[in-house]
Every structure is written in C-alpha cells, then in structure tokens.
C-alpha cells in the first residue's frame, strides 16, 4: 500500500499488482480510500464486501465499450486494455467491461514522494503500443490527477477514459443530506429516460436523494458538460462537506451511477491518438466545509 497524507487530507493507493486484479479498471492508481480529517469518503461496489474483483474508491477505465482492437482480434488472440494488459479474446461474444478475461499484465511501475505518486504502464507490443503516466498530487484540499498516454506504434486508435468515483460520504446510505449538482444542469429527458428505482428528485439544477434508493440507479448523458471546469459536485448537509471534480477539457458525456451507499457520477474523456501523438488531461478533486 501507498499512503499519502497532507493537511486534512489522507490517500490510500495499491500497488499494480496488489489486491485488484480484475481486467476492468485501471491497476496503475488503484486509489481505494481517501479521508477528510478521518471521515471516509469512498466505499466499495458492493456493501461492506472485501472482494478484490470490484470497484472501490476512485477506480477509473479506459474503453469502457470497447477495448482497443477487440473488434479486429481473432478468437484466443490478445487485445490491450490501457493499465491492466493483454486480455485474451474467448469468444466472438461482444466485448463486455464486464467479463473476467485471462490477462498478461503490461509492465508497471511507480515511485513517490511526500507530496505525489507517479505510475507508469508500458506496452511495447504492436500494433498498439503506448506508454502511460500517472501523477496523483495530494493537496490541502483534495487532489490532483495528470494523465500523459503517448501511442508509440504505427497505428491510430481511439478510446475513453473516466474515474469511476465509488463515494459515500461518511460511508452512510443515500439519504435527503445528499445533493448533487451535474454539469450545466439536469437534462429532464435523459433523467425520465435513465433506470430510477424511486427517491431521487431532480430539478434543472441538482439531484437530491429524497429516500434511500432500494436497487440500482443508472443515468446516462445526465447533464450537457461544461466547458472544463467544475462538472459535478456532492453536498453533505449533515457532515457540512462538498467534493467535487474539475477537468481542463470539456466532458464528452456524463454519467450517473448507484445504489442505495453509493453514488458515481462519471466524466468521459475522449481520446484520438495518432502514431507518434500524445494526450494529456487532468482532473482536480477539491473537499470542501460547507
């Protein structure tokens, strides 16, 4: 484990390699918890579950649709799946973010200081190369995430990337001291359209959790993105706290997930790399008192 502590702040990390090895989520940043002067934020897929094959914390997923070269790999021969590795194709089935594929993981590493953690995927194996790097800086506040992935083959491609963020304030039940705020506003549409098992209220500008919800909710597309910037943020009037997620591009879609402890909202990133180009983002998590 990688533990990084600063100000009210406190960041607990596993290792590539250590514990989660699921073929869904990214293994370089695994960040599994995060406090604010001791309260957890962040809790697990399921409820009080100590299985290592879910989500947790602040997992995040490239090609969540589909994995790169997928669609052009042949039955038994491997695709790349960014920050985890070559995943094995069984089936002619679609891809599913879902499945438990037989995996070679790509080279990893990391090194870190007082203030930050770098992680670096490696995958020199053509036609779909790259390299990835990972920065998380903590602040007083909250922390940083700067992403660098650079495709060094011969050949372009296309994915997505997003931070899955498993949070529960205080790891309660969703309850009316929720209130979240989503991008330039709720689109109505897609919130009568999205699976809403009951007890969330929506307006044009914020979702707040009237009842615990009794299974799963899912909204996709829930708000038009902002240009950069703050795109949603989670208000808890009973623990007087607000956390919050920038980015310094513009969103192409965003999503909302949960059940009845946890709610994700999710900002997708879309990437394009040409041979030989580089992307670079960066999303900022701030934690506020209220």
């Known amino acids: 484990m990688i ?30 918890q995060m406090w604010w002067k001791e309260v957890p934020l962040c809790t697990t897929e399921m409820i009080n579950s100590t299985a290592n094959q879910q989500g947790k914390g602040f997992f995040n997923e490239f090609g969540i649709d589909e994995a790169i070269g997928y669609s052009e790999c042949g039955i038994d021969e491997l695709f790349p799946k960014i920050g985890v590795g070559h995943l094995k194709k069984e089936s002619d089935a679609p891809y599913s973010f879902a499945g438990n594929y037989p995996v070679m993981p790509f080279q990893m590493s990391f090194e870190y200081n007082h203030d930050s953690v770098t992680f670096q995927c490696i995958n020199r194996q053509v036609p779909f190369p790259f390299t990835l790097n990972k920065t ?64 969330i209220f929506a307006s044009n500008g914020y979702l707040q959790f009237t009842q615990t919800p009794q299974s799963d909710f899912f909204f996709e597309h829930i708000a038009e993105p902002s240009d950069g910037g703050q795109n949603w943020c989670i208000c808890d009037k009973q623990l007087n706290l607000s ?24 900002l997708f990133k879309n990437i394009n790399l040409q041979p030989g180009a580089t992307e670079r983002w960066q999303r900022v998590f701030e934690i506020k008192e209220i």
């Not at 800086?137 to 491609?157: C, P």
């Not at 879609?253 to 994700?264: F, M, P, Q, T, Y």
Request: hydrophobic share 35%; charged share 25%; net charge negative.
């Open 243 to 266: 956390i919050s997620e920038s980015t310094d591009f513009k969103p192409c879609k965003i999503n909302l997930w949960g059940r009845a402890h946890v709610v994700s909202p999710e």
């Open 3 to 32: 533990e990084l502590a600063k100000g009210h702040i406190r960041m607990l990390f596993e290792e590539p390699g250590e514990n989660y090895l699921g073929t869904r989520f990214d293994w370089t940043g695994k960040l599994v």
């Open 136 to 199: 998380f800086t903590i602040k007083n506040d909250g922390f940083i995430i700067d992403y660098q992935l650079k495709n060094t083959g011969k050949k372009a491609y296309e994915t997505t990337e997003y931070v899955h963020n498993f949070l529960s304030p205080g790891q309660k039940l969703l309850s009316d001291d929720i209130h979240l705020s989503v991008g330039t506003g709720v689109d109505m549409n897609q919130f009568n359209a999205g699976l809403n098992p009951g007890g």
